[in-house]
Structure formats: structure tokens, C-alpha cells
């Protein structure tokens, strides 16, 4: 007989009166979980899991950072294993008969989790990744196209252990996966260097060598929303168009505008939470007038006095008058003067209007650090870049 938990998913059979699905809550797990982990690698030691399995999860956590789905996934059914013993996890999807739903648990325990602790994780969950919400059994005919191949085979490899294996040895998987995440976050951890008495030439040469190093995950093009909020920052305190009004905080890089409200990337408001001034920054895509007309209809009914759409591709050239003209259109209309510029002109005349440029980048490191987009890669090249810098310079 299938049943609906609380969080509104399917499960499979359960035995009366099983402690563990009905007692334990699965941020609770997740918590005491973790705490074990961190004790573990503090001692630097680490649960026992068969040989036999072993290749397959560290091929799992050496490709996490490009494969967030299948770890959180993996975890995702490992968790819900150890809660529900009797849940064939093979069967992910409510949709399959006797399967649970797989999405919906990883979207209120396992990604938050993975985010909160820093580890490789989805924005949503690991089940809106094509390769692997197909609606069939992750067994060894599973078609999904989860590449490279060795990957596939460990996970399904690792699915179907979890499937079979004993609640002790569940419970070592679960922590050698926690103990081996904690290890990699804490090899990753790096200090961001801090160059001082840059020239303005110096630092924009620095910045746009590390917007355009071809890297190899993910997260490049939060660089220049960095770049740009960093000089917000700065000029927020120093500019007196900017008196009295504030600055919001950036958000997630995957947050929808029309779900957050906002009107763009970078907002600046009035005292009274009013739209002030809003950024659109667009990475490596010229501005055409598409995009200007989508700006508008976000901003039309807001008293916005300026919005700016920069990007580090320019202006579409066969778009060019278009825009001009769409823009004339707005002033007249609206009144918000909108304008359109590269990432690059545009950092030029904001750090020519600072006291000290030396702000600004004590800024954006300090963006680079605390953003969660920002991943290991991205860190270590701009220490290599600073230092490639600092050696010209002699």
C-alpha cells in the first residue's frame, strides 16, 4: 500500500512502528550526521566503507563541483534510505509504480543542507538536471546521459548499493561521503590576495584578466556583477546622488527578479524601500533591443530614475539605433534614463570617481570570498593573476 509522508511524497511500504522513518526528522539526521563527519576529519579518520565501493564514491567526489546532480542525488537517496528501509530508491519518481519522489525531498532537506555547509550543490535540486530526472529506475539500464561514462557507472554503481546495503554500513556510506565533502571544502579554502597601490590601469587590466580566463567550471559570469556591486560600495558612500539611500545586498545568482522582486542584479533604493537605481550586468551576450524592452517592462511601473545595462559583449551593432531610439522612447515616456554600456568603460569612469581605487578592490576580494557562485578555480586564478602582476611590476 502506498502513503504520503508530510513533505506530500510517495513511499513504499514501511514496517509498523519503524523508529526510525516515523521518529527522526531528516534535518535532524542530517545534523547529527555532519557533527559525526567533523569529528572524524578533525581526528583525521574516516568511516569504513567496503573496497569494493570505494573507486566508485571517489569518482563522485572528485567530479562534485561539475556534477552537483549526482552527488545530491546519491546523498539525496542515501538519506531517505536510512529513514525509509523499505522505499526501493531505484524508483525516484512518485510517477513510477512503488517509486517516492525523489525532487521534492532533495528540494527540502539535501540541497539546502549541501548549500548551508558549503559543499557542491544545485540551485533547486538535483532532479531538474535532464540526465537524470528521466522517468525510469536507476538501474544498470537507466539511459540517462550522465557523462563522463566512469561517472555513470559509479552512480549507478553507488544506487544500487545503497539499495541493498545493511543500516550499518548505510550509515558509514552516508559519513564517508560527509567526511570526504569536508575534507575537500577545508583543502579548498584559500586566502584571496590583496594587492594595494595598484594604478587604475593596473587594476582594470587585473579585472578583465580575470573575466576572461577560460575556466573550467561554472561561475564566471557572476565576475563582473562582483566587479560592479564592489564599486557600488565604494561610491554608495562616497557620491552625493547616493545620500540616503541604500544599497541592497546582492542575491543568489540564480534568483529570479520577477520571484525576488528586484528590478535588476544591482539595486539601490530611497529610504522608503523605493526603486532608486537598478544594474542589469550580462556576460559575454551584446545588448540588443530585446533585452532593453525586457528591462522596461520590469521597471515600468516603479519610479526608477536610472537603470543600467552593462555587459562585457557591448552593444549588438545591427541593434545599435534601435536601442538608441527604444531609449529616447523610455526618457519620454517614463522618465528613467537608461543606459547601455560595457563592463569595462564602465569600471574605468567609477574607479577615476573614487578617493581611493584601493576600495574597490578590497571589495571585490571580499566578494569573491563570501559569494557562494564563486568556486575554488575561480579564487586560485586571481591569486595567480595577482601574482603574475605583482612580478611585472617589480
Not at 73 to 81: P, R
Not at 236 to 243: C, T
Not at 250 to 259: M, V, Y
Not at 328 to 337: A, K, P, T, V, W
Request: charge should be neutral; aromatic fraction near 10%.
Amino acid at each position: 500500500r502506498m502513503r504520503t509522508d508530510g513533505g506530500g511524497h510517495r513511499e513504499g511500504n514501511r514496517k509498523t512502528g519503524d523508529a526510525m522513518s516515523e521518529n527522526i526528522n531528516p534535518n535532524c539526521l542530517l545534523k547529527a550526521l555532519y557533527q559525526n563527519a567533523e569529528k572524524h576529519v578533525s581526528k583525521d579518520e574516516l568511516s569504513k566503507v567496503s573496497p569494493s565501493i570505494l573507486p566508485f564514491v571517489e569518482e563522485v567526489i572528485h567530479k562534485a563541483e561539475g556534477a552537483k546532480a549526482v552527488l545530491t542525488v546519491l546523498l539525496t537517496s542515501a538519506v531517505y534510505k536510512k529513514l525509509y528501509p523499505e522505499q526501493d530508491i531505484r524508483l525516484h519518481q512518485a510517477g513510477i509504480a512503488g517509486g517516492y519522489s525523489g525532487r521534492t525531498f532533495d528540494t527540502q532537506f539535501i540541497t539546502p543542507f549541501l548549500r548551508e555547509k558549503q559543499f557542491p550543490a544545485m540551485a533547486e535540486s538535483g532532479w531538474l538536471t535532464r540526465s537524470l530526472e528521466q522517468k525510469k529506475p536507476y538501474n544498470a539500464d537507466y539511459p540517462g546521459a550522465i557523462r563522463p561514462n566512469s561517472l555513470k557507472k559509479a552512480f549507478l554503481s553507488l544506487i544500487d548499493y545503497v539499495e541493498q546495503a545493511e543500516p550499518s554500513d548505510l550509515d558509514s556510506f552516508i559519513s564517508y561521503i560527509l567526511e570526504r565533502l569536508i575534507q575537500e571544502r577545508e583543502k579548498h579554502s584559500i586566502i584571496l590576495a590583496y594587492p594595494q597601490n595598484l594604478t587604475i590601469q593596473q587594476i582594470l587590466h587585473l579585472i578583465q584578466e580575470h573575466f576572461q580566463y577560460k575556466y573550467q567550471f561554472d561561475g564566471v559570469s557572476r565576475l563582473p556583477t562582483l566587479a560592479i556591486y564592489a564599486a557600488y560600495e565604494v561610491l554608495i558612500n562616497e557620491l552625493r546622488r547616493y545620500h540616503g539611500r541604500l544599497l541592497l545586498p546582492l542575491e543568489n545568482h540564480t534568483s529570479a527578479d520577477r520571484k525576488s522582486g528586484r528590478m535588476g542584479d544591482i539595486n539601490v533604493v530611497n529610504a522608503d524601500g523605493s526603486a532608486y537605481e537598478s544594474v542589469e550586468v550580462k556576460y559575454g551576450i551584446p545588448i540588443n533591443l530585446s533585452m532593453l524592452n525586457i528591462a522596461y517592462e520590469k521597471f515600468k511601473g516603479a519610479s526608477m530614475q536610472r537603470y543600467y545595462l552593462l555587459s562585457t559583449g557591448g552593444v549588438e551593432s545591427i541593434d545599435s539605433k534601435s536601442v538608441n531610439d527604444r531609449i529616447n522612447d523610455i526618457r519620454s515616456i517614463h522618465g528613467c534614463q537608461v543606459i547601455i554600456n560595457g563592463i569595462s568603460s564602465t569600471l574605468t569612469y567609477y574607479l577615476r570617481l573614487m578617493t581611493d581605487p584601493a576600495d574597490f578592490i578590497r571589495h571585490y576580494v571580499n566578494n569573491l570570498a563570501t559569494d557562494s557562485t564563486i568556486k575554488y578555480e575561480h579564487k586560485t586564478i586571481w591569486n595567480n593573476l595577482v601574482e603574475s602582476l605583482l612580478r611585472e611590476r617589480g
